[in-house]
């Protein structure tokens, strides 16, 4: 069994930047093609960006963060990144990370994913 465990979460002043870790234990994550969600309060979770299993492998980015985030991985690490600039009071939301265990890789859909993490806060004021 796979463990996620994301950090690197916090409140940024907006046009400020964070670079979000999601950090693997249990088993190698280089077998999984990633990914990170949001989730603000009261809304569904939202696709954000997905990366292929191999290092500096494909990525799809949402339309909302496209040019502002940038997903990577270190499979040495263990580990799955998002850089996030420019960021916006809308991007507010606690964030997590998940691989995909089912369907296709680019998958958008929550229900494709397993072994989240807890998540991490991140809060973007005006």
């Known amino acids: 069994q796979m463990q996620l465990a994301e950090s690197g979460g916090g409140l940024v002043q907006a046009g400020g930047s964070l670079t979000l870790s999601c950090a693997a234990s249990?088993?190698?994550?280089?077998?999984?093609?990633m990914a990170w969600f949001r989730q603000a309060p009261g809304k569904e979770r939202e696709f954000v960006a997905t990366i292929a299993s191999w290092n500096g492998g494909r990525t799809v980015l949402a339309d909302s963060v496209k040019g502002r985030f940038t997903i990577s991985r270190d499979n040495a690490k263990n580990t799955v990144y998002l850089q996030m600039n420019s960021l916006k009071p809308e991007d507010t939301a606690v964030y997590h990370c998940a691989a995909l265990i089912r369907g296709l890789w680019g998958s958008r859909q929550a229900t494709s994913y397993g072994y989240w993490g807890q998540g991490t806060q991140v809060t973007v004021s005006s």
């Open positions: 249990g088993r190698t994550l280089s077998t999984y093609h």
